[in-house]
Nanobody, 125 residues
Framework: QVQLVESGGGLVQAGGSLRLSCAAS??????????MGWFRQVPGKEREFVAT????????YYTDSVKGRFTISRDRAKNTVYLEMNSLKPEDTAVYYC????????????????WGQGTQVTVSS
């Protein structure tokens, strides 16, 4: 089993920055073999893809709405993935979830096997 624990959410004014962290662990979990993703969700809407990173190669991929503002990265020594969020907008307000996928980079939430509990990000105007 894999455990993912997010942290770093909070309240920030528009134009501000936050850094989310996701610590991964598990008895048989090998971080470098996974693709890690960040998704977000607001009440009444489907979970939305934000960014993903191949832990082994470090190759990232972003949804268009966050390109140039968000950066996904990973620390293989700490089994942790980060989402640096800059120039935040009110429309970025959501619960942000970390997810792990054993096989390949994907923007489809249904292809991720493990999920964290989520962390709230609120951007005020």
């Amino acid at each position: 089993q894999v455990q993912l624990v997010e942290s770093g959410g909070g309240l920030v004014q528009a134009g501000g920055s936050l850094r989310l962290s996701c610590a991964a662990s598990g008895r048989t979990f090998t971080f470098r073999n996974y693709v890690m993703g960040w998704f977000r969700q607001v009440p009444g809407k489907e979970r939305e893809f934000v960014a993903t990173i191949n832990v082994r190669s470090g190759s990232p991929y972003y949804t268009d709405s966050v390109k140039g503002r968000f950066t996904i990265s990973r620390d293989r020594a700490k089994n942790t993935v980060y989402l640096e969020m800059n120039s935040l907008k009110p429309e970025d307000t959501a619960v942000y979830y970390c997810a792990a996928n054993r096989y390949h980079s994907s923007t489809n939430a249904g292809e991720y096997d493990y999920w964290g509990q989520g962390t709230q990000v609120t951007v005020s105007s």
